[in-house]
Structures are given as structure tokens and as C-alpha cells.
């Protein structure tokens, strides 16, 4: 690799909020705001919306999604169209 052109590759912490968790990995993300981890030191953190401890496949907790009333809604809202042609 050439020296100088690459960004600096780091230890950084991604933390998701809405799970309540965070994880320590290596990156070229940036961030201002830092927080203290597990060994004492100190990492640039970057919240994010969704993680693995949040996502609905990783979780479990998979929501279905009604498609076949949406389809029949439609149709009753604006009728069968020109499908049936």
C-alpha cells in the first residue's frame, strides 16, 4: 500500500442505541464524540440506527406484512383495473 493516501484504520466503537448494545471493531469511520470502554481506554463512537442485536432477521422478531389485504384494498379502493383485460 502506498503510504499517505489511505485513510487511518482504527479501533472504533458502533453503538445502537435502541438495543443497548455496542461493539469495539476496527474502522476508517470518524466521529467527535468518544466513550470510555471495557479496558479503560478511550474510542471514537458512532451511533447507528440498526445492529444485529436490534435487527428483526438476527432477533427473531420478524413482522409479517399483510400483503394480500393490501392488494384486495386496493382493488376495492380503485377497482380491478386492466389486469383482468
Not at 9 to 22: E, L, Q, T
Not at 42 to 53: C, G, M, T
Amino acid at each position: 500500500m502506498k503510504p499517505g493516501i489511505h485513510p487511518a484504520y482504527r479501533p472504533v466503537v458502533f453503538r445502537d442505541r435502541s438495543a443497548d448494545f455496542a461493539f469495539l471493531t476496527r474502522s476508517t469511520a470518524t466521529s467527535d464524540k468518544t466513550v470510555e470502554w471495557q479496558d479503560g481506554n478511550s474510542y471514537p463512537v458512532i451511533d447507528v440506527e440498526i445492529s444485529s442485536a436490534s435487527h428483526p432477521f438476527y432477533t427473531g422478531n420478524q413482522r409479517v406484512v399483510d400483503t394480500a389485504g393490501r392488494v384486495e384494498r386496493f382493488e376495492r379502493r380503485y377497482g380491478r383495473g386492466r389486469r383482468g383485460r
